[in-house]
């Protein structure tokens, strides 16, 4: 199917936009700083620098972002062989979810200079992603958006259809239902609209796409136009307002639990299609038959993610 | 559509000839999801059934009023309006069972039987037919939620609203998430057996 | 046109009505919440320090709650407490901003009453305005001290972390030589029949009785529970065994949860980060505050 060769290029054009700010990062005197293991941090300089000042652990302070008064230990920092990367090492285990900030006194005549070490951002965008796609599947682990999925996913075209539409329709309107609650759900101290506004922009959107499309692309909306009434039925699309709401996410984070509640609802879809075909080959017994064993086999499914979970790629 | 439906006749329809849960197999998610205790069933039971029947009589009330036109967004409205004062009600006087519910008190705004029986039913029909259909499709999905929370707490954890029943563990398993598919599939393939001998045994007759 | 016009009339008029309905039970609900909050919370800090299910709280004993903020300026940063002074309505609070390597900068008092200390928003608007211009205040956490008699007897700390989910919510209850008296779970979110189960006071008493020098070093290990030690912390045997098995496992590690080791690992490791970190920050604040000799209710 062409269009949807299309759909998928233009999705992942826009994916490498947003991320490209992420690589891009300011020069300085550090040029890189990772956690290594869950004792140690490794810095890398840009140039040489002074052993002396570099291994002396006095020159140090180094605290949680949110604890700034609480130093943390360290017992050594090793200049390595090549003289421009060295490794701090700490004498109790650091907790590798919190930014760490790292000041070093006298480094190269300058005063202070001053770092912070975090787990790789994207990594950590990635782990929202894949956390909404597999670990925290929408269908299967969270139990959402389960009248339309029992309803799509009797045929593979369907399900692919529906799920294409669906993951386009969620980044739209949780992007937009991000815009609305940080820049005036928040400020006004509206919070309690929640439910109205994100249903309301849900059904915004919706019914914008339905009108674009039908301008833009009359062959894509007859293909899909059907799927776009479904969507306003599915409890995900107002689930993932609900959630990046109630997480604070900023805004790539609620891109990635869109595009992660989206695939994971295709791929869901698209799991229980391929088993369908194969059922209404199967000799079923009368009593089962239509949703009884659709449960049955998603309730399979659910035990089959549930090995995702403590699932940690990053 | 005749008018003479009394409103035992409206109940009793919403609780078995077309119950939400069963039947017409729409708003599956709460009952996979939360219905893990009898407790849930009865107090997400309460809120549907409050949203159901407000909405229904409220929209019943403007029938004359609403232009055709936006007749679906009215309904969203409406439905999120009350969806949004039982969700503070809960919030501020049963903090507990609010947080056990989580989001799904909210997600009441995206149930499709909500706006069926606005669509199928209150737009047409006087206000009273109207809230005893309203309370029909409530009191239908609670019970089809305290049924399956039934089996669920006391298969799971031996308990039944609380109170140890059994003084053991059966199977551990019906209190974990992914049982709540079993749960549900097995009801529904036991209601169409019933349904199946019935027939049979009419046809032999 | 008139059909637009008809159309965009309508829906104002019945959003106004949905906007009146809304707000009405918001007016209603929002005092009512707060109310509910706060008992709920009164109840859990008695449960804890042990006068749980109605038993009379003596008059001798008295919660005094510290609030502690992050003041972060243009180049650098302070912690800032509020402490309270008396226990009357007029006493008010206390404000004492202490650098980051625990050197006093300033105390003066704040008059704020003990309602309003109560509602974050005025709470942080007295902060706003005690700490120098240009300074953003940040509320960090808040702390219970439990005095009998004046005597302290137990500090109470609220926390949240990463659970498996999403955020656990705990009080923890701890004595002035920050041995565990016991935690409660307040929120979270982890999975029935697994995560869930660190509600469960089996699991909870596992923390009861652990000395500080223990809880730094706690780990979690994947093994069932030894079954005496499983019959103390259902409380099946007598008063006096539990005690005594208690003693015998207080510096053992804690027993994980049957697939929950990372929400077990989670709680061990959050109840650990928050003593820790509270055992650091009210030596510094006590010595501040004897230093300096300011009177404080506690």
């Excluded at chain 1, 949703?291 to 998603?298: D, E, N, Q």
């Excluded at chain 3, 009164?42 to 006068?51: A, H, I, P, T």
């Excluded at chain 3, 207080?250 to 709680?267: F, M, N």
Aim: aromatic content about 12%; overall charge neutral; glycine content about 8%.
């Amino acid at each position: 199917m062409m269009t949807l060769g299309n759909i998928k290029s233009i999705v992942f054009i826009a994916l490498v936009a947003l991320l490209v700010p992420i690589f891009v990062q300011a020069e300085g005197l550090i040029v890189d700083q990772t956690f290594h293991g869950d004792k140690e941090i490794v810095v890398t300089f840009a140039g040489s620098v002074d052993k002396a000042v570099v291994e002396n652990v006095k020159n140090y302070t180094v605290f949680e972002e949110p604890d700034p008064d609480i130093r943390l230990k360290m017992s050594s920092a090793i200049l390595g062989v090549d003289g421009k990367s060295a490794t701090l090492v700490f004498a109790e285990p650091l907790n590798t979810i919190e930014t760490h900030v790292v000041s070093i006194e006298g480094l190269n005549g300058e005063e202070k200079t001053v770092f912070t070490v975090s787990k790789s951002y994207l990594g950590y965008l990635f782990g929202i992603l894949i956390s909404a796609l597999l670990i925290n599947n929408f269908v299967f682990t969270k139990y959402l958006g389960l009248c339309v999925f029992f309803g799509t996913s009797k045929k593979k075209e369907t399900a692919k259809g529906m799920g294409v539409v669906f993951t386009l329709v969620t980044v739209a309107s949780a992007t937009m239902s991000w815009f609305f609650y940080n820049y005036i759900l928040v400020p006004f101290d509206l919070n309690f609209l929640q439910i109205v506004v994100f249903i309301g922009l849900t059904s915004l959107t919706v019914q914008a796409v339905d009108t674009v499309l039908r301008k833009v692309n009359p062959v894509l909306f007859n293909s899909f136009g059907v799927f776009l009434v479904l969507v306003i039925a599915n409890c995900v699309i107002i689930a993932v307002p609900l959630i990046l709401a109630n997480n604070h996410y900023n805004l790539f984070e609620t891109l990635m639990l869109a595009l992660g509640a989206g695939g994971g609802f295709l791929l869901a879809l698209y799991l229980m299609s391929s088993v369908s075909e194969r059922m209404q080959l199967a000799d079923i017994p009368p009593t089962f038959k239509g949703l009884p064993i659709s449960f049955i086999v998603a309730g399979q499914f659910a035990m089959a993610f549930l090995g995702f979970s403590g699932l940690q790629l990053f | 559509m005749a008018n003479d439906k009394s409103s035992m006749q409206l109940i009793s329809r919403g609780i078995l000839s077309e119950n939400p849960i069963f039947k017409l197999a729409l708003s599956m998610c709460p009952a996979v999801g939360i219905s893990t205790t009898v407790m849930n069933g009865v107090l997400l039971g309460i809120a549907v059934l409050f949203v159901q029947v407000f909405s229904s009589v409220t929209i019943s009330i403007f029938k004359n009023m609403i232009h055709p036109r936006i007749r679906i967004p009215t309904y969203t409205l409406t439905i999120a309006t009350w969806v949004t004062v039982i969700d503070l009600v809960l919030a501020a006087y049963m903090p507990e069972a609010y947080a056990k519910m989580g989001i799904f008190v909210k997600l009441i705004v995206a149930f499709a039987i909500i706006t069926m029986r606005l669509e199928m039913f209150a737009c047409k029909e006087s206000v009273s037919d109207s809230f005893w259909d309203g309370l029909g499709m409530g009191l239908g999905f609670m019970v089809g939620m305290v049924v399956i929370g039934f089996f669920r707490e006391l298969l799971g954890s031996g308990m039944i609203l609380g109170h140890d029943v059994l003084g053991f563990k059966p199977l551990l398993f019906f209190i974990l998430p992914s049982a709540g598919f079993f749960v549900v599939g097995l009801m529904m393939a036991f209601f169409n057996w019933i349904e199946i001998y019935y027939k049979r045994s009419k046809g032999l007759k | 046109m008139k059909d637009i016009l008809t159309i965009v009339i309508r829906l104002t008029v019945s959003c106004l009505l949905a906007a009146t309905v809304m707000g009405v039970c918001l007016i209603f609900t929002s005092n009512a919440k707060k109310h509910n909050e706060h008992v709920k919370e009164q109840k859990v800090m008695y449960s804890l320090l042990g006068y749980s299910g109605g038993a009379t709280i003596p008059d001798s004993l008295a919660m005094h709650e510290v609030y502690r903020y992050v003041l972060t300026g243009p180049s650098k940063q302070s912690i800032a407490y509020l402490v309270p002074q008396g226990h009357g309505e007029e006493k008010g609070f206390l404000f004492v901003n202490i650098n980051l390597d625990g050197e006093l900068i300033e105390a003066k008092p704040v008059s704020l009453t003990e309602a309003q200390s109560l509602d974050p928003e005025s709470r942080n608007k007295a902060m706003l305005g005690a700490a120098d211009t240009g300074y953003d205040v940040q509320f960090a956490d808040k702390t219970f001290v439990v005095t009998d008699n004046g005597q302290r007897i137990a500090y109470l700390l609220g926390g949240k972390f990463q659970g498996f989910k999403t955020f656990i919510n705990v009080m923890v209850a701890v004595e002035p030589n920050f041995s565990l008296i016991g935690f409660e779970v307040l929120e979270h979110e982890e999975d029935p029949g697994l995560g869930a189960e660190i509600e469960q006071e089996y699991f909870k008493n596992q923390f009861k009785g652990k000395p500080f020098a223990a809880l730094k070093e706690i780990d979690v290990v994947k093994a069932p529970i030894p079954e005496e030690y499983l019959k103390a912390l259902n409380g099946k045997i007598s008063e006096k065994d539990v005690l005594k098995v208690r003693e015998q496992y207080k510096d053992g590690d804690i027993y994980a949860l049957t697939g929950a080791t990372i929400s077990t690992r989670a709680v061990a490791n959050g109840v650990k980060g928050i003593v820790r970190k509270f055992a650091y920050r009210v030596e510094v604040l006590d010595k501040v505050l004897t230093e300096q000799q300011l009177a404080v209710s506690f």
